[in-house]
Structures are given as structure tokens and as C-alpha cells.
């Protein structure tokens, strides 16, 4: 019988931080089930969809994915509620 390969995971960090996020039952069932068909754990998937998240959002307000610049260094509609 096949083995399946090992969950891809994030490399250990040691100044990573949790961070909980409600889903949908939907949502849940979607994250399973896209992260098993990629043999990748729930919590490596979140990951993955943040990370692709954010590349994208970086994008759409003109940073770049590895900017330097500060939240407060680029006009941006919430910038000011965001600092605060």
C-alpha cells in the first residue's frame, strides 16, 4: 500500500506567534479539504491562504511582498483607524 508523503508545514520560528480565526462551517469544510488534497495540515493551509492573501493585498495598495516601508509610509483610506 502507498504511503502518503509527510504535511508540508512552516519552518519552525521561534518568534512566531498563534493566531486564531473564525470560519464558516463551509469555510472549515473548504480548508480541509483543500489542504488534505495538498497533504498539508489545517493550520499550514490557513497559513499558505494568508500568505497569498497578503501578497495580495500588498499589490493592490502599491507595496511590494518584501517592502520595508511602514503601515504609516504609503496613503492608504484606513491607514489613520489602523495606527490608532
Known amino acids: 500500500m502507498p504511503t502518503k508523503p509527510p504535511a508540508l508545514r512552516a ?5 512566531t506567534v498563534p493566531v486564531a480565526i473564525r470560519l464558516t462551517p463551509t469555510e472549515l469544510a473548504k480548508t480541509d479539504r483543500y489542504g488534505a488534497a495538498e497533504f498539508r ?13 497578503m501578497a495580495a493585498y500588498e499589490r ?14 504609503y496613503s492608504h483610506p484606513h491607514a489613520d483607524a489602523v495606527a490608532e
Do not use: E, Y
Open 41 to 53: 495540515s489545517r493550520a499550514a493551509f490557513t497559513r499558505l491562504m494568508f500568505l497569498r492573501g
Open 11 to 15: 519552518p519552525r520560528q521561534p518568534d
Open 60 to 73: 493592490d495598495i502599491g507595496l511590494g511582498p518584501d517592502s520595508a516601508q511602514h503601515m504609516d509610509a
